[in-house]
């Protein structure tokens, strides 16, 4: 939970929840702030009350479950039943992280369709991290995100420690030292482009776009004023064309490449790439790649030594 006087959270254990049969519970769990448990427990609420669950135990045995098994299911029940809101209750939906942790005065409650019980959480389920970034499946460990393939209800995070750091916004020393030195090395990168011919500099804007899946249709540099190329994208059948410019002038752009673009209805997309200088345009159709955002790109591409070899 929530150390006390900060924003950062704490936790004694992380444990995974699958909410329902195929996320049947999740809706209904996100918009009330609650956390349902399943295993009959709304059958036999009343036998929950006993700390060991003995009798509720053995409702499972003519229902030809192993003695493993049905130790499983109690303590699966028992662990939410008594946690005093220091466990860290996980699960994924929509390809996203969500988390929470039990109201501590909350007691356990037979629910009201007679499925199962549940017990409300302290502040409902989150999916962003306290920085206020989403934590999106496609960005945390493999080690977390298998859970979500686990066949059963509930079980403990294998790496608990990584899971409350991600939530509370925090990198590794050794992410934090490879962002920065990732960002000195997209600043270089930067001033290797402006030593580039005009020539060059088109022809890495090709291999950038090359390497991400776009196909050249026209020929780099060619005469026509206001199309370098013409990019291809087969995945969606969309059509772009690049305007590679060295110094970029805002007026310029607005006057002559804005507005030309927008009788050219033949292409869904405007690429605008440059390595000086700074413009900036609100139409969503048109992409503008300033000297950061490419950078980034040529690093991403594997591009630097090419770019370094260019330059010499």
């Not at 195929?22 to 059958?43: A, D, H, L, P, Q």
């Not at 809101?85 to 005065?105: E, H, N, Q």
Request: aromatic content about 10%; some cysteine; hydrophobic content about 35%.
């Amino acid at each position: 939970m929530p150390d006390g006087g900060s924003t950062r959270i704490s936790a004694d254990r992380v444990r995974y929840i699958k909410l329902g049969e195929g996320g049947s519970w999740e809706k209904e769990c996100f918009e009330r702030g609650i956390v349902r448990m399943g295993y009959n427990t709304g059958i036999h609420f009343d036998m929950l009350t006993d700390a060991n669950l003995s009798a509720y135990g053995k409702t499972y045995t003519d229902a030809d479950k192993g003695k493993g098994k049905v130790t499983e299911i109690v303590n699966v029940v028992r662990i939410f039943r008594d946690d005093p809101g220091v466990i860290l209750w996980i699960t994924f939906s929509g390809r996203l992280l969500r988390w929470c942790f039990l109201d501590p005065a909350s007691a356990l409650e037979r629910h009201s369709d007679g499925r199962g019980t549940f017990r409300r959480t302290l502040d409902g389920w989150h999916s962003r991290d306290l920085a206020d970034q989403p934590l999106r499946m496609e960005t945390l460990s493999g080690h977390i995100t298998q859970l979500a393939a686990y066949r059963g209800t509930c079980c403990d995070a294998k790496d608990p420690e990584y899971v409350v750091r991600r939530i509370n916004g925090e990198r590794r020393t050794e992410v934090v030292e490879a962002e920065r030195l990732t960002a000195d090395l997209r600043r270089v990168i930067i001033s290797m482009m402006k030593l580039l011919t005009p020539q060059d500099f088109e022809l890495l804007v090709d291999l950038v776009f090359s390497g991400s899946g776009w196909r050249r249709q026209g020929v780099v540099g060619k005469t026509e004023k206001l199309v370098d190329m013409e990019l291809w994208l087969p995945t969606t059948d969309e059509h772009a064309f690049v305007q590679v410019k060295s110094k970029a002038k805002q007026r310029e752009f607005d006057e002559e490449y804005a507005e030309a673009f927008t009788k050219m209805t033949q292409f869904g997309r405007m690429f605008y790439v440059y390595h000086s200088g700074h413009i900036t345009c609100s139409d969503d159709k048109i992409t503008i790649l300033d000297p950061e955002k490419f950078a980034a790109m040529v690093l991403d591409a594997g591009l630097t030594s090419w770019l370094m070899q260019r330059v010499g």
